[in-house]
Protein backbone atom coordinates (compact mmCIF):
# COMPACT_ATOMS: atom_id res chain seq x y z
CA UNK A 1 0.00 0.00 0.00
CA UNK A 2 1.20 3.61 -0.87
CA UNK A 3 1.89 5.95 2.07
CA UNK A 4 2.67 9.36 1.16
CA UNK A 5 2.60 10.49 4.71
CA UNK A 6 2.57 13.81 6.37
CA UNK A 7 6.15 13.77 7.12
CA UNK A 8 7.36 12.72 3.89
CA UNK A 9 5.46 15.08 1.98
CA UNK A 10 6.88 18.01 4.24
CA UNK A 11 10.32 16.49 3.25
CA UNK A 12 9.70 17.14 -0.10
CA UNK A 13 8.39 20.81 0.05
CA UNK A 14 11.53 21.53 2.42
CA UNK A 15 13.76 20.20 0.01
CA UNK A 16 11.86 22.02 -3.19
CA UNK A 17 10.89 18.50 -4.98
CA UNK A 18 8.21 18.97 -7.33
CA UNK A 19 7.24 14.85 -8.05
CA UNK A 20 7.59 14.54 -12.13
CA UNK A 21 9.57 12.24 -13.53
CA UNK A 22 12.61 13.99 -14.99
CA UNK A 23 15.28 10.85 -16.68
CA UNK A 24 18.90 9.91 -16.65
CA UNK A 25 20.63 12.85 -15.12
CA UNK A 26 23.02 14.93 -18.02
CA UNK A 27 25.77 12.10 -17.43
CA UNK A 28 23.31 9.32 -17.87
CA UNK A 29 22.51 11.03 -21.29
CA UNK A 30 25.72 11.88 -22.30
CA UNK A 31 27.32 8.35 -21.49
CA UNK A 32 24.53 6.41 -23.64
CA UNK A 33 24.88 9.08 -26.62
CA UNK A 34 28.92 8.93 -26.64
CA UNK A 35 28.88 5.40 -26.27
CA UNK A 36 26.20 5.25 -30.06
CA UNK A 37 28.59 7.88 -31.65
CA UNK A 38 31.41 5.45 -31.10
CA UNK A 39 29.86 2.86 -32.46
CA UNK A 40 27.99 4.50 -35.60
CA UNK A 41 29.64 3.90 -38.79
CA UNK A 42 31.30 6.76 -40.89
CA UNK A 43 27.96 7.78 -43.19
CA UNK A 44 25.85 7.80 -39.92
CA UNK A 45 27.70 9.93 -38.28
CA UNK A 46 27.86 12.58 -41.45
CA UNK A 47 23.92 11.88 -41.39
CA UNK A 48 23.39 12.99 -37.42
CA UNK A 49 25.40 16.02 -37.36
CA UNK A 50 24.32 17.57 -40.97
CA UNK A 51 20.44 16.92 -38.97
CA UNK A 52 21.66 18.50 -36.26
CA UNK A 53 23.08 21.76 -37.65
CA UNK A 54 19.71 22.73 -38.70
CA UNK A 55 19.01 22.90 -34.73
CA UNK A 56 18.79 26.27 -33.30
CA UNK A 57 20.72 25.29 -30.02
CA UNK A 58 23.42 24.07 -32.60
CA UNK A 59 26.22 26.20 -31.70
CA UNK A 60 25.21 26.31 -27.97
CA UNK A 61 26.01 22.96 -27.81
CA UNK A 62 29.04 23.42 -29.65
CA UNK A 63 30.48 25.88 -27.07
CA UNK A 64 29.57 23.61 -23.84
CA UNK A 65 32.95 21.34 -25.17
CA UNK A 66 36.28 22.07 -24.90
CA UNK A 67 36.90 21.00 -28.93
CA UNK A 68 37.14 17.96 -30.31
CA UNK A 69 34.83 16.76 -33.24
CA UNK A 70 32.22 19.24 -33.45
CA UNK A 71 29.68 16.49 -34.38
CA UNK A 72 30.85 14.45 -31.56
CA UNK A 73 30.31 17.27 -29.10
CA UNK A 74 27.05 18.47 -30.74
CA UNK A 75 25.19 14.69 -30.45
CA UNK A 76 26.25 14.25 -27.03
CA UNK A 77 25.23 17.49 -25.77
CA UNK A 78 22.01 17.21 -28.02
CA UNK A 79 20.98 14.07 -25.58
CA UNK A 80 20.24 16.23 -22.46
CA UNK A 81 17.92 18.70 -24.78
CA UNK A 82 14.65 17.67 -24.09
CA UNK A 83 15.18 17.93 -20.05
CA UNK A 84 17.00 21.12 -20.59
CA UNK A 85 14.08 22.70 -22.47
CA UNK A 86 12.71 22.31 -18.99
CA UNK A 87 14.26 25.34 -17.92
CA UNK A 88 14.20 26.97 -21.37
CA UNK A 89 11.68 30.47 -21.56
CA UNK A 90 11.15 29.43 -25.19
CA UNK A 91 9.44 26.30 -24.16
CA UNK A 92 5.99 26.02 -22.39
CA UNK A 93 4.18 23.76 -20.37
CA UNK A 94 1.15 22.65 -21.14
CA UNK A 95 -2.54 23.58 -18.64
CA UNK A 96 -0.34 25.81 -16.40
CA UNK A 97 1.44 28.32 -19.05
CA UNK A 98 0.72 30.52 -21.97
CA UNK A 99 1.82 28.88 -25.65
CA UNK A 100 5.10 30.89 -26.71
CA UNK A 101 6.22 31.73 -30.45
CA UNK A 102 7.01 28.98 -32.58
CA UNK A 103 10.60 28.05 -33.37
CA UNK A 104 10.71 27.87 -37.57
CA UNK A 105 10.11 24.27 -38.64
CA UNK A 106 9.47 23.29 -34.94
CA UNK A 107 6.02 21.47 -34.53
CA UNK A 108 5.39 23.79 -31.35
CA UNK A 109 6.85 24.82 -28.61
CA UNK A 110 5.48 22.30 -25.70
CA UNK A 111 8.29 20.67 -23.56
CA UNK A 112 6.46 17.19 -23.38
CA UNK A 113 6.59 16.15 -19.98
CA UNK A 114 4.87 13.11 -21.23
CA UNK A 115 7.04 11.71 -23.54
CA UNK A 116 10.06 10.63 -20.88
CA UNK A 117 7.71 7.92 -19.90
CA UNK A 118 5.00 5.25 -19.38
CA UNK A 119 3.57 4.42 -15.86
CA UNK A 120 3.00 0.98 -16.33
CA UNK A 121 1.59 -0.77 -13.23
CA UNK A 122 3.86 -3.50 -11.50
CA UNK A 123 0.67 -5.00 -10.54
CA UNK A 124 -0.62 -6.38 -13.80
CA UNK A 125 -4.02 -6.49 -11.87
CA UNK A 126 -4.09 -3.17 -11.10
CA UNK A 127 -7.08 -1.66 -12.68
CA UNK A 128 -6.07 2.28 -14.05
CA UNK A 129 -6.78 1.96 -17.67
CA UNK A 130 -4.33 3.11 -20.08
CA UNK A 131 -1.11 4.15 -17.86
CA UNK A 132 0.27 7.52 -18.66
CA UNK A 133 2.92 8.01 -20.52
CA UNK A 134 3.77 8.16 -24.70
CA UNK A 135 7.52 7.19 -24.32
CA UNK A 136 7.11 4.04 -26.55
CA UNK A 137 4.98 5.18 -29.25
CA UNK A 138 7.06 8.52 -29.88
CA UNK A 139 10.20 6.57 -30.19
CA UNK A 140 8.40 4.73 -32.81
CA UNK A 141 7.08 8.44 -34.31
CA UNK A 142 10.50 10.13 -33.87
CA UNK A 143 12.48 7.29 -35.48
CA UNK A 144 10.38 7.79 -38.53
CA UNK A 145 10.78 11.32 -38.83
CA UNK A 146 14.65 10.86 -38.35
CA UNK A 147 14.74 8.67 -40.92
CA UNK A 148 12.46 10.26 -43.39
CA UNK A 149 14.83 12.53 -45.78
CA UNK A 150 11.69 13.99 -47.52
CA UNK A 151 11.09 15.36 -44.15
CA UNK A 152 12.29 18.80 -43.13
CA UNK A 153 15.40 19.58 -42.06
CA UNK A 154 13.74 21.68 -38.90
CA UNK A 155 11.68 18.82 -38.50
CA UNK A 156 14.48 16.22 -38.25
CA UNK A 157 16.72 18.69 -36.27
CA UNK A 158 13.74 18.62 -33.13
CA UNK A 159 13.29 14.99 -33.64
CA UNK A 160 16.78 13.65 -33.41
CA UNK A 161 17.55 15.21 -29.83
CA UNK A 162 14.15 13.53 -28.97
CA UNK A 163 14.94 10.32 -30.11
CA UNK A 164 18.43 10.40 -28.59
CA UNK A 165 17.22 11.16 -25.11
CA UNK A 166 14.05 9.11 -25.25
CA UNK A 167 16.34 5.87 -26.09
CA UNK A 168 18.08 6.45 -22.62
CA UNK A 169 15.24 7.15 -20.48
CA UNK A 170 13.40 4.22 -21.94
CA UNK A 171 16.79 2.34 -20.40
CA UNK A 172 15.59 3.59 -16.70
CA UNK A 173 13.46 1.28 -14.86
CA UNK A 174 11.76 3.89 -12.93
CA UNK A 175 10.55 5.19 -16.77
CA UNK A 176 8.78 2.32 -17.06
CA UNK A 177 7.36 1.44 -14.53
CA UNK A 178 5.01 2.78 -11.15
CA UNK A 179 3.12 1.66 -8.13
CA UNK A 180 -0.31 2.31 -7.64
CA UNK A 181 -2.17 2.32 -4.53
CA UNK A 182 -5.73 0.71 -3.77
CA UNK A 183 -7.71 3.84 -5.19
CA UNK A 184 -5.47 4.12 -8.18
CA UNK A 185 -2.90 6.63 -7.14
CA UNK A 186 0.70 6.38 -8.99
CA UNK A 187 3.73 6.75 -7.22
CA UNK A 188 4.37 8.42 -10.83
CA UNK A 189 7.54 6.09 -11.32
CA UNK A 190 9.05 7.07 -7.55
CA UNK A 191 8.62 10.59 -7.81
CA UNK A 192 6.16 10.09 -4.70
CA UNK A 193 8.59 7.85 -2.75
CA UNK A 194 10.99 9.78 -0.04
CA UNK A 195 14.31 8.20 0.34
CA UNK A 196 17.34 8.82 2.49
CA UNK A 197 20.71 8.53 0.37
CA UNK A 198 23.44 8.43 2.65
CA UNK A 199 25.98 7.97 -0.40
CA UNK A 200 24.95 11.47 -1.69
CA UNK A 201 26.23 14.03 0.87
CA UNK A 202 24.78 17.08 -1.22
CA UNK A 203 20.87 15.37 -1.24
CA UNK A 204 20.91 13.19 1.18
CA UNK A 205 16.91 13.17 1.34
CA UNK A 206 15.60 12.70 -2.42
CA UNK A 207 13.36 11.06 -4.23
CA UNK A 208 13.40 7.39 -5.18
CA UNK A 209 12.95 8.55 -8.78
CA UNK A 210 15.72 11.39 -8.31
CA UNK A 211 18.24 8.44 -6.94
CA UNK A 212 17.98 6.48 -9.88
CA UNK A 213 18.07 9.15 -12.03
CA UNK A 214 22.16 10.65 -10.49
CA UNK A 215 23.95 7.30 -10.25
CA UNK A 216 25.38 7.38 -13.27
CA UNK A 217 27.61 10.09 -12.36
CA UNK A 218 27.81 14.05 -11.78
CA UNK A 219 25.69 16.29 -14.24
CA UNK A 220 28.80 18.06 -15.22
CA UNK A 221 30.52 14.99 -16.73
CA UNK A 222 31.50 15.77 -20.11
CA UNK A 223 34.85 15.68 -22.37
CA UNK A 224 38.05 13.84 -21.06
CA UNK A 225 36.29 12.53 -17.90
CA UNK A 226 33.17 11.27 -20.10
CA UNK A 227 35.32 9.51 -22.37
CA UNK A 228 37.32 7.77 -19.54
CA UNK A 229 33.65 6.84 -17.63
CA UNK A 230 32.74 5.39 -21.23
CA UNK A 231 35.81 3.95 -21.72
CA UNK A 232 35.28 2.25 -18.44
CA UNK A 233 31.56 1.04 -19.44
CA UNK A 234 31.98 0.07 -22.70
CA UNK A 235 34.86 -2.47 -22.01
CA UNK A 236 32.66 -4.13 -19.30
CA UNK A 237 29.60 -4.26 -20.70
CA UNK A 238 29.39 -5.79 -24.62
CA UNK A 239 27.28 -5.15 -26.61
CA UNK A 240 23.41 -6.83 -25.90
CA UNK A 241 22.80 -8.98 -28.53
CA UNK A 242 18.99 -7.58 -29.14
CA UNK A 243 19.03 -4.30 -30.40
CA UNK A 244 15.70 -1.72 -31.80
CA UNK A 245 12.69 -2.84 -30.32
CA UNK A 246 11.06 -0.44 -28.01
CA UNK A 247 8.83 -2.37 -26.66
CA UNK A 248 11.82 -4.73 -25.77
CA UNK A 249 14.02 -2.14 -23.72
CA UNK A 250 10.26 -0.83 -21.77
CA UNK A 251 10.00 -4.70 -20.75
CA UNK A 252 13.04 -5.25 -19.59
CA UNK A 253 13.39 -2.33 -17.39
CA UNK A 254 9.70 -2.62 -16.35
CA UNK A 255 10.98 -5.89 -14.88
CA UNK A 256 13.84 -4.49 -13.40
CA UNK A 257 11.49 -1.99 -11.43
CA UNK A 258 9.79 -4.74 -10.02
CA UNK A 259 12.84 -6.53 -9.18
CA UNK A 260 14.76 -4.06 -7.91
CA UNK A 261 14.27 -0.48 -7.81
CA UNK A 262 12.15 -0.24 -4.62
CA UNK A 263 13.87 -0.37 -1.51
CA UNK A 264 12.81 -3.49 0.59
CA UNK A 265 12.24 -1.77 4.35
CA UNK A 266 8.76 -1.47 5.09
CA UNK A 267 9.66 2.09 6.48
CA UNK A 268 7.69 5.24 5.11
CA UNK A 269 11.35 7.29 4.52
CA UNK A 270 13.42 4.04 3.79
CA UNK A 271 17.17 4.50 3.69
CA UNK A 272 19.40 2.94 1.14
CA UNK A 273 21.30 0.20 2.76
CA UNK A 274 24.95 -0.46 0.88
CA UNK A 275 23.94 -3.48 -0.53
CA UNK A 276 20.97 -2.09 -2.46
CA UNK A 277 23.09 0.61 -3.21
CA UNK A 278 25.43 -1.42 -5.11
CA UNK A 279 23.23 -3.15 -7.22
CA UNK A 280 21.67 -0.28 -7.97
CA UNK A 281 25.19 1.26 -9.33
CA UNK A 282 25.29 -2.05 -11.46
CA UNK A 283 21.86 -1.77 -13.13
CA UNK A 284 22.34 1.84 -13.90
CA UNK A 285 25.72 1.35 -15.83
CA UNK A 286 24.73 -1.30 -17.44
CA UNK A 287 21.74 0.26 -19.00
CA UNK A 288 22.59 3.63 -19.86
CA UNK A 289 25.81 1.36 -21.87
CA UNK A 290 23.42 -0.73 -23.15
CA UNK A 291 21.25 2.00 -24.27
CA UNK A 292 24.35 3.69 -26.47
CA UNK A 293 24.69 0.74 -28.06
CA UNK A 294 21.15 0.27 -29.17
CA UNK A 295 20.75 3.75 -30.07
CA UNK A 296 23.59 3.30 -32.63
CA UNK A 297 22.05 0.36 -33.59
CA UNK A 298 18.34 2.47 -34.63
CA UNK A 299 20.57 5.09 -35.81
CA UNK A 300 22.25 2.73 -38.24
CA UNK A 301 18.74 1.18 -38.88
CA UNK A 302 16.83 4.39 -39.70
CA UNK A 303 19.39 6.73 -41.50
CA UNK A 304 20.59 3.91 -43.63
CA UNK A 305 18.34 5.25 -46.71
CA UNK A 306 19.53 8.94 -45.70
CA UNK A 307 22.85 8.90 -45.42
CA UNK A 308 25.10 10.64 -47.98
CA UNK A 309 26.72 9.01 -50.82
CA UNK A 310 30.40 8.39 -50.51
CA UNK A 311 30.53 9.30 -46.85
CA UNK A 312 33.54 7.51 -45.00
CA UNK A 313 34.11 4.16 -44.41
CA UNK A 314 32.87 2.64 -41.18
CA UNK A 315 34.41 4.18 -38.41
CA UNK A 316 36.04 7.10 -40.05
CA UNK A 317 35.21 10.24 -38.23
CA UNK A 318 33.39 11.81 -41.29
CA UNK A 319 31.63 14.66 -39.06
CA UNK A 320 34.86 15.89 -38.79
CA UNK A 321 33.74 18.19 -42.08
CA UNK A 322 31.56 20.26 -40.26
CA UNK A 323 34.13 22.36 -38.35
CA UNK A 324 33.66 25.26 -35.27
CA UNK A 325 34.68 27.81 -38.12
CA UNK A 326 32.38 26.91 -41.27
CA UNK A 327 28.95 26.23 -39.01
CA UNK A 328 25.83 28.02 -39.79
CA UNK A 329 25.42 30.64 -37.28
CA UNK A 330 22.24 30.76 -37.64
CA UNK A 331 21.25 27.72 -36.85
Known amino acids: MLRRSAKAFLLLLLLGFVPTAAAWNAAGHRISAMIAWENLDGAS ?54 PTPTLDGFPDMERRL ?29 AGVVGNPRTSPAERAYALPWLVHLVGDAHQPLHA ?24 TRYPVT ?26 LTARYPAP ?5 ATLWLNESWRLAGDHAYPPSGDEVPTISPGFHQQALEIANR ?27 PGQPAARAVSRETRSSGH
Open 114 to 142: DWHYVDRPLDPAANIGAPAGEIERQIHRL
Open 45 to 98: RLAVTMILRAHPDFDRWLARSKGGDPGQSAFVEASTWPDDIRRDRRFYTAGSEE
Open 287 to 313: RVTEAGYRLAALLRTVLASSVAPGADA
Open 177 to 200: ASRYSADGRSDQGGNAVVIVNPFN
Open 207 to 232: TLHRYWDDLPGPPWLRDSRLAAAVGG
Open 241 to 245: RNGTA
